[in-house]
Structures are given as C-alpha cells and as structure tokens.
C-alpha cells in the first residue's frame, strides 16, 4: 500500500523524463532496483523471470509467480511514454533578422499557446556515425518561442490567439546569423563526440525547464509537464514491483507514440507486446493452443489521464460523469468503442479499487464532443484480451505544463497492486 510519502518519488521520476527515450531510463532503473534484469530482444527468454526489454522510447517488464505454467494468464497494464511537444527537424539551423532560430516540427496534439515564452531545454537520443545511440539531456535554458507583444496584436482578447504551426512556433535559440551543422555542432560538444559529421541523426524533444512541484495552499495537487501519460507510468512501474500473484504473471507495457496513432514499430498497434507474451509463454513451454488459452483468461488495464471537471468550463463536460481530482482513478466508457471498457472490465477494476479501499469514478464523453481514444482498444484488438480504459483525472491535458490531484497517483498505485493479485 502506498502513502503520500511517495509522490517524492513521482515528481523525481517527471523530472528525469523529458523524452520517452528517458522515460524508459527512468522505468529501468526503478525495476533494476526491484530486482529486474535488462534482457535483449535477441537473447534467450528462458529463465527470465522477472526481466524487461526495450525497444526504443518503449518497454515491457513481466514478472512471474510462483507458480506460473504454460496456459497461466497475463495481468497488463498498459501506458504511454509519449507526451505531444516540440520536436528538433533534422535540419533545424535557420536565421532571420538577427536571431538564430531552431526549426521544429509539431509532435500529437499539442496546446501550442503553452509552449510560449518558457525557457526550454533540449532531450533524447543522438546517433553517431558508427550507429551508437546517445542519451541526451541538455538541461539548460537553451531555446524559447517568443510570443507577440499584445501592443502588436490587438484583437487577441476579442479574437482569440492564433499560432500558425509552421511560422509561429518556431524558437529563437541565440543572436546572428546561423549556418548549416550549427546545431549538429553544438549536439557533438555536449555528447562529447568528434566534430559535427560525427552526429548522424536525432530524436529530440523540447522540454519546459520548470520542474514538477506540489500545488495549492493546500498542497493538494501536482504541476508538472507529460502527467499524460507518464504519471500512469510510473504507477505502472511502481506497481510491477511488488510481487505478483502466483498463478499469473504481472505485465507492463509502455508504448510510444499514442499521441500520434501507436502505428509504429514501439506503438499499441504493432507487434511488440503481442511478441513479448507469446515469447513467455513459449518459453515455458506453451503450444498454440495453450498460449492462445493464456490470452483467454488474461486481462489488461490500458491506464491514460482522463479529464477532471473544469471549475471554469463546467458545461464541456457528461454533467452525471464529471471526474473529480483526489476522488480516484475514472473508469472511461465510450459506446463507440474509443474506450475498450466493457462492463465485465469496469467491474474488475471496480472490484480492485474497493479491495485497495481507493475511491473510483467513473468517466463519459458529451455526445456533442468528439471523444479521445487510448492504447485500450488497439490492444484489444489486437491481442482479444479483456481490457479496460482508466485514468487519473486532469487538467490542462496536452499543455506543457498539465495539473492533477496529488491523492489520485496513489489510489492509481494502490488499484493497479491490487489489480494484479487477481
Ligand atoms: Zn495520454
């Protein structure tokens, strides 16, 4: 059972992970504290018991009890460690009217009014020449979208702001005139590698430099950056390491790229856990039938933020579904199958919530709105497996700068432990 004591340990976690490259670090280095071992993709999977893998900005842990054999069910919970933002073009350098500025394209759906005027560092993965890849952090206040002084946009209280995505969001990054490999230059130096040509290519996020931090007179809640989704998670995480129940095996498995679909090699919708559980099962000696039995009994929690009731904007939301903050992880269900929730599901985690004694509520879009969708349903899809949609209710999703209650992390935990004893 966890306690407020750990929320330390979340708002660590947020910090480290500017890019789901360093998500993933993140995720590995609490399992190998647990006592996880990194296992290749290529390697030999028997005997790993409770191990992990990663494949780019994604990984799947699994940990198995005691008493696992070849037809035993998985318990998944599912996540992403993607967040919508600023990414770095491969030829960023450009200059105009005596700024230096850094080409970027937009990544997912993001508030782009909330990118403006931070100061903003640069995180991910660089690879050099002879293909090794570099974990990046450049943890200094290094770039910033600049916003228009409102004396040269008047109507911007009347109209509403509105930023073009190419030729509004671009960062100034420094003074003078820029040249081409400037950026790849300045990469080189901060990895310590040879010279410009050195730098092959990049995954590179912009990341606000402000750090998470408790909110409120109170205290009562969390503001930081990519809540969504890297508050599931770490819930995710912290909630593997415990041990599981004997006859099953508990799974995590943090996706990239939901933000812009999951179709991708580390994506919901390709192979990578479809593989990972049929190279477990098969490691213990499963056939066919008895893995395609496993995935019968098995079930999966696909946990995304949902959206907390918004003092300011009451009528967006199902007026008899309307989450709360510090009320307890909502079960979300949509008719239209954007959720994977089914009623058997719902009562699941219904069921888990009340044995971890944490409040649950329960989450529906206007029939108005268009509804978000998460990595549940394509899981489903693609694995048949009992799935349910859930998450810790927000505000402000997809801003650089998200808010949440500071009791519902916990509850998340608590659920998800209890979730995979069943
Ligand atoms: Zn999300």
């Known amino acids: 059972m966890r306690t407020e004591a750990s929320l330390d340990d979340l708002l660590a976690f947020l910090d480290e992970s500017p890019s789901p490259a360093h998500v993933v670090e993140s995720a590995a280095a609490r399992l190998d504290a647990a006592g996880f071992t990194r296992i290749g993709e290529a390697a030999d999977w028997s005997g790993a018991t409770r191990s992990y893998v990663v494949r780019g900005g994604a990984l799947v842990a699994w940990s198995a009890g005691e008493q696992v054999s070849h037809d035993s069910p998985f318990r998944i919970v599912g996540a992403h460690t993607d967040s919508p933002g600023l990414r770095v073009k491969p030829r960023p350098d450009s200059s105009s009217l005596g700024w230096r500025q850094l080409g970027i394209e937009v990544y997912g759906g993001v508030l782009l009014n909330s990118w403006l005027d931070r100061d903003l560092g640069i995180a991910g993965t660089v690879v050099d020449r002879d293909g090794d890849t570099h974990l990046v ?29 190419q030729t509004h969001m671009t960062p100034v990054w420094g003074t003078g005139a820029s040249q081409a490999g400037d950026f790849a230059a300045y990469l080189a130096e901060q990895c310590d590698l040879d010279g410009s040509d050195a730098v092959a290519a990049w995954e590179l996020c912009l990341y606000d430099l402000t750090p998470a931090a408790r909110l409120g007179m109170d205290l009562s809640l ?145 029939n108005n709105m268009p509804c978000g969708s998460t990595i549940g349903p394509i899981t489903a899809t693609r694995l048949g497996i009992a799935t349910v949609d859930v998450g810790v209710p927000q505000l402000s999703m997809h801003s650089a700068r998200e808010l949440c209650g500071a009791l519902d992390p916990i509850y998340m935990v608590n659920a998800l432990d209890a979730y995979f004893q069943h």
């Open 137 to 165: 952090r450049i943890h200094a206040p290094l770039a910033r979208v600049p916003q228009l002084a409102i004396h040269l946009d008047r109507e911007i209280s009347e109209r509403g702001l509105l930023l073009d995505k």
């Open 222 to 366: 969390i503001a930081s950056g990519r809540l969504d989704n890297q508050l599931s998670c770490w819930a995710a995480v912290s909630a593997i390491t415990d041990a599981p129940a004997a006859g099953t095996t508990s799974v995590i498995a943090l996706f990239d790229h939901e933000e812009v679909g999951s179709e991708s090699r580390t994506g919901a919708a390709g192979p990578l856990l479809e593989h990972v559980l049929e190279r477990l099962a098969l490691a213990r000696g499963a056939g066919r039938d008895s893995y395609l039995r496993a995935l019968s009994a098995s079930s999966c929690v696909s946990a995304d933020n949902a959206h907390a009731v918004h003092p300011n904007y009451p009528e967006r939301h199902e007026p008899n579904h309307r989450p709360m903050v510090n009320a307890g992880p909502a079960v979300k269900v949509n008719a239209n199958q954007r959720y994977a929730t089914s009623s058997e599901t719902a009562a699941l985690f219904e069921r888990c919530c009340r044995e971890a004694g944490v409040p649950v509520q329960s989450f529906v879009s206007r």
